[in-house]
Structure formats: structure tokens, C-alpha cells
């Protein structure tokens, strides 16, 4: 079974500081990875999808597959990054292709 | 382009009613997907319409169901409401199954 953790359920920064939200998986094929946001009042909305190697709003992750990891990094946090982060894995074939399995998300705070 | 749209945005139900979502998808998409956020937590997948039919389904009972629309609008269904049903429940849209999800706002449904 696929599963997805991240271990920190609350993150505090100064603005201006590093950020890095953890996240790793289990799922024994050939994941999909995303991280999702939801900031204040808005709908959940897609980051970046690790297959397009994007960097969006200054955010990079990258597919570790040797610690299963897929973290969310930013050098320099703004306080406008204050929201709610879901990791999330896909299937990219089977039965549940295209099934999104979610974290528990990590709320992220960047104080001035 | 419209967004996902979900209605109603809330809804008070009692244990043992019935309940029906409703989801219209993003212009130009196929695919409809359904999730569970209990408070606290990621959102849970519950299955995914393509085209008119059920494409993977998670650990629900069958007293979830759905229906997709010729217009790829969609439905959930609960019948037999139980107290741990009270959630908000996202639909998302994308062009093909394993397309980028884009979210609805939800639909809050609680029951007492």
C-alpha cells in the first residue's frame, strides 16, 4: 500500500530564513510526486509535480528515491508562504492510476 | 475557463439520511475525482470517474457511491450516514486520469 508521512504537523520560520518540509513515501512502483497548498480562505491548489522540475514561487523538491524523500525547500521564506503543505504520491499506472494519496500536511508559519 | 464548483457548501445531515453531492468539473476535463478530508487530516481518496465510469476506488463502503455525468459533472452519493462522515468533501477535475487535479472548494457536510 502506498503511503505518505510528514513528520512535522507544524513549522515555524522567520521570514527571510530557510525552509525545508519534510516529506517520504512507501510505494514499492514508480511514484508521482506533488506538493499541494492551500493558503487562508482558498482552495487546495497544485505546487509542483516533481516530473516537470519546476521551480514555482522560489520552491524546489526533489525525488530522492534512495530515502524515498520528496522535500520542499525554499532558501529564503516570505511571509506570504504561510499556509497549509500537502505532500501528495500517484500512481503513474494499475488499477488506481491517477489515485492521489495525501500527508497529513504541515502548517507553515513565517513570521516577520 | 470556469473552475471546480462544488455545491451546496455546507450541509447538516442525521445519522441514517441519505446526501448527494454535487461537482461540475473544469472546462475541457474528463475526469472527476472524490476525497474526504476528516479535520486534521489529508484528504482521503474516495474513487474517480473517466468518462462516465468508475475508474479505481478507495477503502469506502459501498454506501459511497458516485455518478458522472455526459457533461463530466458529478455526484456523491452516502446513504446510511454515520457520525464519522462529517467532513469536507473535495471533488477535483483534470483533462485524463493522471492529470494535474485541480480542487473544488468542498462541501462541508456534518452529521449529527
Known amino acids: 500500500a502506498q503511503r505518505v508521512t510528514q513528520p512535522e504537523k507544524l513549522l515555524s520560520v522567520f521570514k527571510g530564513a530557510p525552509v525545508e518540509l519534510k516529506c517520504n513515501y512507501s510505494?514499492?512502483?514508480?511514484?508521482?510526486l506533488f506538493w499541494y497548498v492551500q493558503y487562508s480562505r482558498q482552495r487546495l491548489q497544485l505546487l509542483l509535480r516533481h516530473i516537470s522540475r519546476e521551480s514555482i514561487k522560489g520552491f524546489t523538491a526533489d525525488l530522492n528515491k534512495g530515502e524515498t524523500s520528496f522535500h520542499l525547500k525554499k532558501p529564503f521564506a516570505q511571509e506570504e508562504d504561510s499556509a497549509m503543505y500537502y505532500c501528495a504520491l500517484s500512481q503513474a499506472g494499475g488499477t488506481s492510476y491517477g489515485k492521489l494519496t495525501f500527508g497529513q500536511g504541515t502548517i507553515l508559519t513565517v513570521h516577520p | 475557463e470556469t473552475g471546480v464548483t462544488q455545491s451546496p457548501t455546507h450541509l447538516i445531515k442525521t445519522r441514517g439520511q441519505q446526501v448527494t453531492l454535487r461537482c461540475s468539473s473544469q472546462s475541457g476535463h474528463n475526469t472527476v475525482s472524490w476525497y474526504q478530508q476528516a479535520l486534521g487530516q489529508g484528504p482521503q481518496f474516495i474513487f474517480q470517474y473517466y468518462r462516465e465510469e468508475e475508474n479505481g476506488r478507495g477503502n469506502f463502503p459501498p454506501r459511497f457511491s458516485g455518478l458522472q455525468f455526459p457533461n463530466y459533472s458529478s455526484e456523491l452519493n452516502v446513504n446510511a450516514l454515520e457520525l464519522d462522515d462529517s467532513a469536507l468533501y473535495l471533488c477535483?477535475?483534470?483533462?485524463?486520469?493522471?492529470?494535474?487535479?485541480?480542487f473544488g472548494p468542498g462541501t462541508r457536510l456534518t452529521v449529527l
Open positions: 510505494y514499492s512502483g514508480s511514484p508521482e
Open positions: 477535483a477535475s483534470s483533462s485524463d486520469r493522471a492529470g494535474t487535479q485541480y
